[in-house]
């Protein structure tokens, strides 16, 4: 029983991972958009407030947890891992549904545009930033808050999304 228990515990605080850096992710490329273009606008093919692509390289991060002593080595394995998912992504997007949320062609040592240099090194960073301060304070909230109310919550936002990619894949 308390392993089942251990299980759901990590569970749910990948969940709040998930969700919690797929909102900051989304965050992020408004920002970055606006910087360099001077507009605002959403990225992705969901309507919500999120990025799936960040929450599933939070999530990947989440692998190499265990080396959190060596701060060189979960760089390296968050700029390569992350960098994967990035082209992956980018393959399947433009493949499946004809779209190209994001292109590099231009940039240092892109791979067809897909990914490149600089951003892989900005996902290797996200990924020090997730296993030093963002897992952690997670986890922290995770022992603080009724553990019903997170699993409430969890199972809100897995609505919303779930939702939000039928009505997007129906678009």
């Known amino acids: 029983m308390k392993e089942i228990i ?4 990590l569970i749910i ?4 991972l998930f969700y919690f850096c797929s909102i900051l992710g989304y965050i992020y490329e ?3 958009c606006y910087f360099y273009s001077g507009k605002i606008f959403s990225h992705g093919i969901l309507s919500g407030p999120w990025l799936p692509i960040y929450g599933t390289g939070s999530v990947l991060i989440m692998l190499f947890y265990k080396y959190r002593k060596n701060p060189f080595l979960i760089f390296v394995l968050s700029f390569f891992v992350t960098g994967t998912l990035e082209y992956i992504c980018g393959v399947v997007l433009l493949k499946f549904f004809k779209m190209r949320l994001w292109d590099y062609t231009g940039h240092f040592l892109n791979i067809g545009g897909r990914v490149c240099l600089l951003s892989a090194f900005c996902f290797g960073i996200g990924g020090l930033l997730i296993t030093y301060l963002i897992y952690p304070f997670i986890k922290k909230m995770y022992n603080k808050v009724n553990k019903k109310v997170l699993k409430a919550v969890i199972g809100i936002i897995s609505g919303l999304f779930l939702t939000d990619i039928i009505a997007s894949i129906l678009k």
Not at 6 to 9: A, I, N, R, T
Not at 13 to 16: C, R, S
């Open 6 to 9: 251990k299980k759901e515990d």
């Open 13 to 16: 605080k990948l969940g709040l």
């Open 30 to 32: 408004l920002i970055l």
